[in-house]
Every structure is written in structure tokens, then in C-alpha cells.
């Protein structure tokens, strides 16, 4: 994701077409709780008391986890937005995403470490496509460290790519980070066609 804007971004972990009709927006949304093994969750605005579950999943899921001001700070910014994911009362999921004039970057995004494989992350990542149009934003953009093969295989199998390699991104360690690019619409000239090769390529290939 994002977190290689500031230096505050950059020492955090790091830290995802074919828009048709079974797209992001389509995929892992079943109409009851737990068809298929899988969970309907509501997604909505982050609100402050949300803050003590959304640290514990961040502290579950990222070696250098953001702290509660990290969080603050960027919420603070009049472009940025939170949004948790809710099942039964409680926060399993939540992401954090700037608004752009031409693309949405997404900043940090996990689900529990309980409730994974159950389609939460895929009903986040559908609401940020929702957010899309055609007139105006028309891609989510985000960083993904290069060791963090499980977001870069979800973010692949919700049709990102990726596009870019960061090399040496982050201050924690000298590992490169991906740009994953989700786009409402792939066109076939598009400079993916040219993009270099990487070792994402191999997992793009399977
Ligand atoms: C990445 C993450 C958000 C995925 O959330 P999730 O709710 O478990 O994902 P979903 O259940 O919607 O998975 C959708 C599909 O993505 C793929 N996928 C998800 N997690 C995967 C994994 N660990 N390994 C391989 N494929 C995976 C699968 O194809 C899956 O479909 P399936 O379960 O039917 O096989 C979650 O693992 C997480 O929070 N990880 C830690 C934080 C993180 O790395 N965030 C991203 C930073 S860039």
C-alpha cells in the first residue's frame, strides 16, 4: 500500500482488467451469512471507538504496525478515509485510503487474523470499487512488500496487477515493494503490455 509516501510511511511494512461481470464488486458476496463459508460484513466509516480492535488487527497482521497516532494523523488529512469492516459487533477488517483527483491510493487495509479466507477482504476491496467511475477515478493504486506473497496473491485474484517495482522502499528493511494498479478499464493498448518483467510475473503467468 502506500506506505512509502512519507517516512512515516516508508518504516511501516508495507505495506492490490477484467471488470466484468465477476469483477471485485461481484466476487465473495454471498446474500447470507456463511453460504459457502463465507461472511457478510458490513462496511462503514471508521469511528474513533473503533480504534482499539483496529490496532489489535494491525498489530496481528504487520511487523511494524502503524500506531494509533499514525492512524490519527492520516485520518486528519481532509482526503483521507477509514472504513472497517463489521461482523456481528465486531471490527474484522478494516482499510485506510486517500482520495485523488484521478485515483483512489489505498494506504493500509487487513482483516483479522480470525476471520481470513472468508471473503472479508474481497468485500472491502469491492466497496473501493464501487467508488470508481468512469468519469473520474478509475484506479486503485497500492504498495505491497515483495515478501508479502498472501496480499499480493488477494490483490491478484481481485484483478490487480502489478505494475511497478520499488526497490529498497522501505526504511525497515532493504526489500522492494509492488505497485498494484486496479482499473475499472483495461484497455488493450495499455502500457501493461509493456510493463518489465519481475517475480510477480511468474504468479501473473500462473
Ligand atoms: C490479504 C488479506 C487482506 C486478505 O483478506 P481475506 O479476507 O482473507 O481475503 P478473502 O477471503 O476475500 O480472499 C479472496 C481470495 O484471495 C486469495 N487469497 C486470500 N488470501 C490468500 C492467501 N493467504 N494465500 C493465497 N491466496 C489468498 C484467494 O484466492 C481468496 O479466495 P479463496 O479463499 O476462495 O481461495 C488478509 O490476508 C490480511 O489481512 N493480511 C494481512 C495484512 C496485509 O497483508 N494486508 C495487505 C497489505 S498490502
Redesign the pocket.
Known amino acids: 500500500?502506500n506506505w512509502g509516501h512519507s517516512s512515516r510511511q516508508s518504516s511501516k511494512k508495507?505495506?492490490?482488467s477484467d471488470p466484468g461481470a465477476t469483477g471485485p464488486a461481484s466476487h465473495?458476496l454471498p446474500s447470507t451469512d456463511d453460504q459457502q463459508g463465507e461472511l457478510t460484513v458490513q462496511i462503514r466509516w471508521l469511528i474513533r471507538r473503533d480504534m482499539p480492535e483496529v490496532l489489535e488487527i494491525e498489530q496481528s497482521?504487520?511487523a511494524a504496525p502503524w500506531s494509533e497516532e499514525d492512524f490519527l494523523g492520516y485520518l486528519r488529512q481532509r482526503n483521507c478515509i477509514g472504513m472497517v469492516a463489521e461482523y456481528n459487533q465486531q471490527i474484522v477488517?478494516f482499510m485506510i485510503y486517500e482520495l485523488h483527483k484521478a485515483r483512489l491510493q489505498v494506504l493500509n487495509?487487513?482483516?483479522s487474523a480470525n476471520h481470513?479466507?472468508?471473503?472479508?477482504?474481497?468485500q472491502m476491496v469491492a466497496k473501493l470499487v464501487d467508488k470508481l467511475s468512469q468519469q473520474r477515478r478509475q484506479e486503485i493504486l497500492?504498495e505491497?512488500r515483495e515478501s508479502?506473497l498472501?496480499?499480493q496473491?488477494?490483490f491478484k485474484?481481485l484483478q490487480f496487477r502489478a505494475v511497478r517495482v520499488l526497490r529498497r522502499h522501505f526504511d525497515d528493511t532493504t526489500e522492494d515493494a509492488y505497485v498494484m494498479r486496479y482499473r475499472l478499464i483495461e484497455s488493450e493498448s495499455d502500457d501493461d503490455q509493456q510493463l518489465p518483467h519481475n517475480r510477480i510475473s511468474f504468479f501473473d503467468a500462473a
Open positions: 500500500m508495507s505495506s492490490k465473495h497482521s504487520f477488517g487495509f487487513a482483516c481470513r479466507r472468508l471473503g472479508i477482504g474481497s497500492l505491497v508479502n498472501e496480499a496473491l488477494f485474484k
